[in-house]
T-cell receptor, first 115, second 112 residues
């Protein structure tokens, strides 16, 4: 069964600190993995997308890593800011027949950055 | 370049009523997919349309339906609303099936 599990479920950190969010998946066949940031009441915004051959992808203070062997990904946030407070969703794309990719969503990690 | 536009942003309906939500994709995007997001269930896939054809459907009852027009704009309809249908409904568009998805801001539906 295709699944995406994220940890922790929620996280509180102080402004300026770093943090790492985890994503473990059992998705086959794997096509790509994306991290999205979702502010409360808004739609998710793409942070990074990685294919099988990519190990690391950065987007400003956000760095995603992918280990296709262990089927794990992490999102590292450096020097956190209050605006980083949001839900972070890991989405894995499974390639299925007809060239169509099915998206499997993690439940998200809710990050709160406190001053 | 305009993003994905969803209307309305907020909606309050009564149990038993029906509702239609609209999604205008990014210009040139032919794939539109719909999702329901609730605090307890997270993001759940409803269906995806590509060139006016429904390509895939999630595990939702037949009360949830959709369609896509020739200009790629899509509508989602929910009939006989239930309290449990209260959620944020998101649509996402992409150039083609399986490529990078851009989400709209969503429609917050409240059923009372």
């Amino acid at each position: 069964k295709n699944q995406v599990e994220q940890s922790p479920q929620s996280l509180i950190i102080l402004e300026g600190k770093n943090c790492t969010l985890q994503c473990n998946y059992t998705v086959s066949p794997f096509s790509n993995l994306r991290w999205y940031k979702q502010d409360t009441g808004r739609g998710p915004v793409s942070l990074t997308i990685m294919t099988f051959s990519e190990n690391t992808k950065s987007n400003g203070r956000y760095t995603a890593t992918l280990d296709a062997d262990t089927k794990q990904s992490s999102l590292h946030i450096t020097a956190s800011q209050l605006s980083d407070s949001a839900s972070y969703i890991c989405v894995v794309s499974a390639g299925i027949s007809g060239g169509y990719n099915k998206l499997i969503f993690g439940a998200g990690t809710r990050l709160a950055v406190h001053p | 370049k305009a993003g994905v536009t969803q209307t309305p942003r907020y909606l309050i309906k009564t149990r038993g009523q029906q509702v239609t939500l609209s999604c205008s994709p990014i210009s040139g995007h032919r794939s539109v997919s719909w999702y329901q997001q609730t605090p307890g269930q997270g993001l759940q896939f409803l269906f995806e349309y590509f060139s006016e054809t429904q390509r895939n459907k999630g595990n939702f009852p037949g009360r949830f339906s959709g369609r896509q027009f020739s200009n790629s704009r899509s509508e989602m309809n929910v009939s006989t609303l239930e309290l449990g249908d209260s959620a944020l409904y998101l649509c996402a568009s992409s150039l083609d099936r399986g490529l990078g998805y851009t989400f709209g801001s969503g429609t917050r539906l409240t059923v009372v």
